[in-house]
């Protein structure tokens, strides 16, 4: 069955740090697709970044980074450069291509806590 | 474009009445799901709707859940009789039907049901 853990339930930074927040998961499948979801105090989820099973080119999207390396099972997020704005819950998913619903199966969040 | 809207954002009610939660998808989007948040855990999968038709209820706790998407528009998850345990953030999210791939999904800002 698949299984996402996010190891770091909570992180503080100050201001202008950089910042990794960590993703491991689990799966039978060989195709498949991870995501990272922002949750910002309003409560919604923000999409970030799709990736898939075959594709392990790192992303760049500004300040922030993903690093996806499929020998360790990883997909981690690079924020550079925090700021005020950054705090908030993020979550890192997974969708087995073997489930035709492509439900999300979610890690457990990770609190990031950026101080001025 | 309005994003996935979910009414009401928050809901008190006591063990043993009844709740419906509320979900408008993004227009276009044939694909709605429904997410639950417990507190201090993950963000679980209940059930995913493909148009007015239910692909998959897998996630869903109990018969006490009951969910629908009369005409294919907005969706209705009513739960009866409310338990205490079934407090949490019920999230909503939707998506297009994209052949051979998983699309992101657009989530709505959940409600917050407590349940005394």
């Known amino acids: 069955a698949q299984k996402v853990t996010q190891a770091q339930t909570e992180i503080s930074v100050v201001e202008k740090e950089d910042v990794t927040l960590d993703c491991v998961y689990e799966?039978?499948?060989?195709?498949?697709?991870l995501f990272w979801y922002k949750q910002p105090p309003s409560g919604e989820l923000v999409f970030l970044i799709r990736?898939?099973?075959?594709?392990?080119q790192n992303e760049i999207s500004g300040r922030y980074s993903w690093n996806f390396q499929k020998s360790t099972s990883s997909f981690n997020f690079t924020i550079t450069a925090s700021q005020v704005v950054d705090s908030a819950v993020y979550f890192c998913?997974?969708?087995?291509?073997?489930?035709?619903?492509?439900?999300?199966?979610f890690g457990g969040g990770t609190r990031l806590m950026v101080k001025p | 474009e309005a994003g996935v809207t979910q009414f009401p954002s928050h809901s008190v009610i006591e063990k043993g009445q009844t709740v419906t939660l509320r979900c408008d998808p993004i227009?276009?989007?044939?694909?709605l799901y429904w997410y639950r948040r417990v507190m201090g855990k993950e963000i679980k999968f209940l059930l995913h709707?493909?148009?007015?038709?239910?692909?998959?209820e897998s996630g869903m706790p109990n018969n006490r859940f009951l969910a629908e998407r009369t005409g294919g528009t907005y969706s209705t998850l009513k739960v009866q009789p409310a338990e205490l345990e079934d407090s949490g953030v019920y999230f909503c999210?939707?998506?297009?039907?994209?052949?051979?791939?998983?699309?992101?999904?657009?989530f709505g800002p959940g409600t917050r049901l407590t349940v005394l």
């Open positions: 999210a939707s998506s297009q039907v994209l052949p051979l791939m998983s699309a992101e999904q657009f």
């Open positions: 799966t039978r499948d060989t195709t498949y697709y």
């Open positions: 990736r898939n099973s075959f594709d392990e």
């Open positions: 998913a997974l969708s087995e291509a073997g489930n035709a619903g492509n439900m999300l199966t």
């Open positions: 227009s276009g989007h044939d694909n």
């Open positions: 709707f493909v148009k007015e038709s239910k692909q998959d």
